[in-house]
């Protein structure tokens, strides 16, 4: 725009005007903003987004978008890359992100109820043109959440699958009942000793308790996590009298065998047992050896404050007939979660290697399963128990953690930021988005929407809403320019002389274009005037013409009125120039009278207006015909169409001219100057051709003026219905946690039949209180 306007008259602009400050303004914050700080000062900052500003005048798409929610979810840090059209600032401090879709509602739309949306537009700062061809909210997000995150993320992928997966894996670690029972610190031998509560529980011999009289209590001191372990195992027979000893073997710490006795039982043996035990009738004729001789050795074998070590331990001690306080069961050292015990023979195979009770010997050794239940221990004792579990998870308790239960990490958007540990949330219409059901609230309408969001007891990290309530609404078929196109219409003039008066204001600036109405604004001592023009390109006009004019004596300025809604009035008037509708057509009025006075020459852009009288102006246009207008332009290019225009009861006096090829046009304004030299003003067309500000550009005469145009029920109940729209939207941005980035997308009618339109996407991240105050 900063080339075209500077060339509206004759392609040259005063160092002294403002309009001239204002586009170089703007051409250096835009060098500015196209130069990215360093990627550290870019993400420790505030979060703040910004677009650039040659990137306002095209529309994004969802691919562009999508790069957007994913630098801002995911970061530098992940190894994604800015997008290459804005700029996130302050990425590492972003709480989260909001993306609000809302079918059936256009660029056109927003325009034309922009003052209905007042939350829409004071609380977004970046509003930008979104083309889709996903023409349903359900197909853009599912588009969304179904994208492939930048492969360089693999690695960061990875790592948080396995952090994952660990903590998968701990956290069925610790609901295992070994876990459960002894922690998972590495612990001292005491704490696997039995307690007086266990032993009376498991029906251990203890002194004092009923079936058990008659037993050797063993002395015994207090026990230290030094205290000596020694293996014990005993082997059985039947006799008449029950179970009784035949076979005792005792190792002590090192493994050292300190006996392996055969035993003599005191009644008559009725099954030696010889399978399990390995006794037979010949072993045990010779023996003499009795109870009372093992129990008076183990007496001098082992130590006050030794702790004993078996398997199923308290078989051993009723067949021995002794008390002892000082135990470790390795049948219940490894616990398993069904309340059975394993066998002494599979715990030496998985955890120590160790073959034993094998088919090939004769009955059980119990020097060998004494030793076995020893290391058993020893191992538990010298690990943590977690540890124990881990080692063993699999090929001990069997327990597994399935492939299918934990698929490889995927790239897909809504995968990662799962795997990452990041929330998301839908809320919405049913729809198929891949993501899990108790990630999704369904809601048919768009009240239920937005309250069951700002119920959430915790916004997702990342959250999408589907706002549906225009789906069913037909596109709107009337262009009206909307009231901001309108008030674009509008410029400021004064001071003027006194006196003077809105006829004088009139012949003074219809020069420009047709005016749709003038208000006078009297104070005590200065006049100034609100001109609204019919087009956009009048109201242009008299702001490259008449600001800076002379009139009586007075300078008039000639601005934009400045309001918060006017601040991108730039940046609207580039796209309405740069639209495809624009692209071959120029807006050119013809000029008589005096076309220099006070000493400013026609090159200077500048028009001094003499008066003899307030109300007798000498710069007046000229009428204009199709043929004058084909002959003059024609030079430049081939002239397709001459639209005159013109106002009630009055010959036409200014024009659009539509050539062949962009290319006519273009030569029209670079030769601007030579045109005026012609007294002929030009200016690419700004009002879109199918958009009317109480016109519509046609051939012949146009009439107008006081017509009402008339507000159909529809057009009321569908301001309503934007309204709720905003008011909901409003609500949601609102209800968002701070340093969150919003983005609200709206989302045109399309179909096959007609061109594409442009839907719009709005972007703000929500500061905080503190600097919202601060600005």
């Not at 071959?584 to 852009?605: Q, S």
Request: glycine residues 6%; proline residues 5%; neutral net charge.
């Amino acid at each position: 725009m900063e080339s075209s306007l500077s060339t509206l008259t004759n392609g040259k602009k005063r160092k002294d005007d403002p309009d001239h400050h204002h586009l170089n303004g703007h051409r250096t914050a835009k060098r500015v903003k196209s130069e990215p700080a360093g990627s550290d000062e870019l993400e420790d900052v505030e979060p703040r987004i910004s677009v650039l500003p040659d990137r306002l005048l095209h529309p994004i798409t969802a691919k562009e978008l999508i790069e957007l929610l994913h630098y801002a979810t995911l970061g530098k840090s992940n190894g994604v890359k800015q997008p290459s059209w804005c700029v996130l600032r302050g990425q590492k401090r972003i709480q989260g992100v909001n993306v609000a879709v809302v079918e059936g509602v256009s660029q056109s739309d927003f325009y034309k109820h922009y003052l209905t949306l007042r939350n829409l537009r004071t609380k977004y700062s970046n509003r930008l043109s979104f083309m889709s061809s996903n023409s349903s909210s359900s197909s853009l997000l599912s588009t969304i959440f179904s994208s492939e995150v930048d492969s360089s993320a693999q690695p960061l992928l990875s790592k948080a699958f396995c952090q994952r997966r660990k903590i998968k894996i701990n956290n069925v670690l610790s609901s295992h009942p070994v876990v459960k029972k002894y922690g998972k610190e590495k612990r001292g031998l005491t704490a696997y000793v039995l307690t007086q509560e266990e032993l009376i529980k498991g029906h251990y011999p203890v002194k004092g308790l009923p079936g058990f009289e008659g037993f050797l209590a063993l002395y015994s001191t207090d026990i230290t996590d030094s205290s000596p372990l020694f293996g014990l195992d005993c082997e059985m027979c039947l006799t008449e009298m029950g179970s009784e000893l035949t076979r005792v073997s005792l190792v002590d710490g090192d493994g050292k065998c300190l006996m392996d006795e055969l035993v003599k039982p005191h009644n008559e043996i009725r099954d030696y047992l010889t399978r399990f035990s390995g006794i037979t009738v010949a072993m045990l004729d010779p023996v003499k050896t009795t109870l009372r001789d093992i129990q008076v050795k183990l007496l001098t074998l082992l130590p006050n404050d030794a702790v004993l070590v078996g398997h199923s331990i308290e078989n051993d001690l009723e067949a021995l007939r002794l008390i002892y306080p000082h135990v470790i069961d390795t049948s219940l050292l490894y616990v398993r979660e069904t309340g059975k015990r394993f066998k002494l023979k599979v715990l030496a195979d998985v955890v120590l290697g160790r073959k034993i009770q094998t088919q090939d010997k004769k009955g059980h050794l119990p020097f060998e399963d004494a030793l076995a239940a020893l290391d058993l221990a020893k191992y538990f004792i010298s690990k943590s128990p977690l540890k124990v579990v881990e080692d063993h998870f699999e090929d001990l308790w069997g327990w597994s953690i399935k492939d299918e239960d934990e698929p490889p990490p995927s790239s897909r958007f809504a995968d990662v930021l799962q795997h990452l540990g990041r929330t998301v949330g839908y809320v919405g219409n049913r729809s198929d988005l891949t993501l899990h059901p108790a990630n999704q609230l369904w809601h048919n309408s768009d009240k239920q929407v937005v309250d069951a969001f700002r119920k959430w007891n915790k916004c997702p990290f990342f959250s999408a809403l589907s706002l549906s309530g225009f789906s069913g609404v037909p596109p709107c078929q009337d262009h009206k320019m909307s009231r901001y196109l309108q008030d674009m219409c509008v410029v400021f003039a004064g001071p003027l002389p006194a006196g003077f008066s809105e006829k004088a204001v009139r012949r003074m600036f219809r020069c420009c274009g047709s005016i749709r109405a003038v208000e006078m604004l009297e104070t005590t001592h200065r006049v100034h005037a609100v001109v609204e023009f019919e087009l956009l390109e009048a109201a242009a006009l008299a702001l490259q013409m008449l600001n800076g004019a002379t009139v009586q004596g007075h300078t008039v300025k000639v601005q934009r009125p400045v309001t918060a809604s006017t601040l991108d009035f730039d940046v609207t008037l580039d796209a309405l120039m740069s639209d495809a509708v624009n692209a071959r057509r120029l807006y050119a009025l013809k000029l008589k009278g005096h076309m220099t006075a006070n000493g400013h020459t026609p090159t200077d852009g500048k028009l001094a207006v003499n008066s003899c009288a307030s109300v007798s102006l000498p710069v007046k246009k000229c009428e204009l015909s199709e043929e004058s207008l084909t002959k003059t332009f024609g030079r430049f290019g081939v002239v397709e169409r001459v639209a005159l225009m013109g106002e009630p009861e009055m010959e036409p006096s200014h024009a659009y001219i539509h050539f062949a090829h962009s290319e006519g046009k273009q030569s029209a304004v670079d030769s601007s100057a030579e045109l005026w030299q012609e007294k002929y003003v030009t200016c690419p067309a700004l009002t879109p051709a199918d958009a009317t500000c109480g016109v519509s550009p046609h051939e012949g005469p146009i009439h107008f003026g006081g017509q009402t145009h008339h507000k159909s029920p529809q057009d009321a109940a569908l301001r309503r219905m934007m309204k709720n729209l905003d008011t909901r939207l409003g609500k949601v941005f609102r209800s968002l946690p701070e340093c969150t980035l919003s983005v609200v997308l709206l989302l045109a009618h399309n179909s096959a039949d007609n061109p594409p339109s442009p839907g719009l996407c709005l972007l703000e991240i929500k500061r905080k209180k503190s600097s919202q105050a601060l600005t």
